[in-house]
């Protein structure tokens, strides 16, 4: 057996770990800052965007404000 195939079966757990990983960040909110930097990065090129701590305040104010209670 070549050292290749045994590193196979570890690296599909290894694939699927990261995909877990990834789907529970983006469930629980917490990839948010990474998307808001990517989007930043992109829409605002040269401007410092703001800190990880700026942006939850900003968030929870937003949700604060913007309370929905129901279908309309």
Request: glycine share 6%; proline share 6%; hydrophobic share 30%.
């Amino acid at each position: 057996m070549s050292p290749g195939r045994s590193d196979r079966p570890l690296g599909r757990v290894h694939a699927a770990l990261l995909s877990a990983r990834t789907l529970w960040r983006d469930f629980t909110g917490e990839s948010a800052y990474d998307r808001y930097l990517l989007r930043h990065s992109l829409e605002h090129p040269g401007h410092e965007p703001m800190s990880e701590r700026q942006f939850w305040r900003a968030r929870v104010d937003f949700d604060e404000e913007n309370v929905s209670s129901g279908c309309c």
